[in-house]
Nanobody, 118 residues
Framework: VQLQASGGGLVQAGGSLRLSCTTS??????MAWFRQAPAKEREFVAA???????DYAESVKGRFTISRDNARNTVYLQMNSLKPEDTAVYYC???????????????WGQGTLVTVSS
């Protein structure tokens, strides 16, 4: 069971990035993205359950979109109108259900760094 996150990089404020999380070893149905900025705790970003409405943190609502391609076992996080405060390591995760609490997730990707310059 592995999750591989990619797509991070350096972007100017107002720009866009798309993160990908490819899963192997299992078909994951409940997926989420979290992030951790330097010297800060990990925080919830977005989640997509298999049969419900996606959920977003207030700080990213309207700018970020979570989506999935089941044929590719991949979940995406499209990030638009990026701000310097979005700078963080972004992690994908999966678990038996979606939650805003990281403790509810069983498997995590290795993280991908997003840096937004002002």
């Amino acid at each position: 069971v592995q999750l591989q996150a990619s797509g991070g990089g350096l972007v100017q404020a107002g720009g866009s990035l798309r993160l990908s999380c490819t899963t192997s070893g299992h078909t994951f149905v409940n997926m989420a993205w979290f992030r951790q900025a330097p010297a800060k705790e990990r925080e919830f970003v977005a989640a997509m359950p298999w049969n419900g409405r996606s959920d977003y943190a207030e700080s990213v609502k309207g700018r970020f979109t979570i989506s999935r391609d089941n044929a590719r076992n991949t979940v995406y996080l499209q990030m638009n109108s990026l701000k310097p405060e979005d700078t963080a390591v972004y992690y994908c995760a999966t678990g038996p259900h979606t939650s805003r609490s990281g403790g509810e997730y069983d498997f995590w990707g290795q993280g991908t760094l997003v840096t937004v310059s002002s």
